[in-house]
């Protein structure tokens, strides 16, 4: 019987969803990534939840499409599987959902993320990386490209010149390679890297919120921006911002030498 595809649970207001597939290297289903659907579609509409924490199960983050029989991709199908249809009806909704949360996700990388598996980690806000963990862009092996934002995060992060050698040499990264190359936020010891992740997860959910969404769709749209509409979506975002219950009570607790107390208000 198939496991839980995504367990979840919400505690100090972080939703933590854990990739539970390990006999697959928590490989890509329709059942997997349905349920991720699902657990976004929560978090943006549950004011309890403020953050969320992604990690997986057993020796590895993500190991991509399950390219076996009862996978995203039927591998022994008769006839070539459309597969620009499957990423419209279930992986680019969950990357396009992953980045217009306006809430932080947490990305805990704990061992390998191959193929749309490294993407999909990459669609976090902040990644941590254990160090054992390896970032492998498969996709030309199979003479495929980088899909789940792949070709768009990857030059963002990492650079034109990488992100072109990365892509069609189909090259892995140590944990280390990707923190120098921009690509994750952080490298810690396995062991410490749950805790840690959740530490993080734990201080956003406490944090601003309001400014965390208003973060997100900045550094978004400054990829296709210029310098003047940047400078008005800020203007227009400090407007907002400087509104709200938690501007001013940010302010007060600047001023009064304090912690703050944000309520995403």
Request: glycine share 8%.
């Amino acid at each position: 019987m198939e496991e839980t595809p995504v367990l979840s649970a919400v505690a100090d207001g972080v939703l933590s969803l854990t990739l539970n597939r390990p006999q697959r290297l928590n490989a890509m289903n329709n059942a997997l990534i349905e349920a991720m659907n699902r657990e976004l579609a929560r978090a943006k509409e549950d004011p309890a939840i403020r953050a969320v924490l992604l990690t997986g199960t057993g020796r590895g983050f993500c190991a991509g499409a399950d390219l076996s029989g009862g996978g995203t991709v039927d591998s022994a199908a008769k006839e070539p599987p459309d597969l620009g249809a499957n990423m419209d009806r279930i992986f680019n909704p969950m990357i396009r959902a992953m980045r217009a949360l306006p809430k932080p996700i947490v990305g805990a990388i704990n061992g390998v993320a191959a193929g749309g598996g490294a993407n999909f980690a990459l669609a976090c806000d902040i990644v941590l990386a254990a160090r054992s963990a390896r970032f492998d862009q498969a996709f030309v092996r199979i003479s495929l490209i980088p899909d789940l934002g792949g070709t768009w995060f990857l030059p963002h992060l990492a650079g034109d010149a990488r992100a072109r050698a990365l892509a069609m040499l189909g090259t892995s990264l140590t944990a280390e390679e990707a923190e120098r190359m921009g690509m994750v936020w952080q490298v810690v010891d396995d062991a410490a890297l749950l805790d840690e992740a959740t530490k993080l997860a734990r201080r956003l959910a406490s944090g601003p919120t309001l400014s965390y969404a208003a973060i997100k769709q900045a550094i978004d749209a400054a990829a296709t921006n210029t310098l003047d509409q940047q400078l008005d979506l800020e203007r227009d975002s400090q407007k907002r911002l400087g509104r709200s219950a938690d501007n001013k009570e940010g302010v007060a607790a600047f001023l009064a030498k304090r912690p703050a107390q944000f309520r995403g208000q």
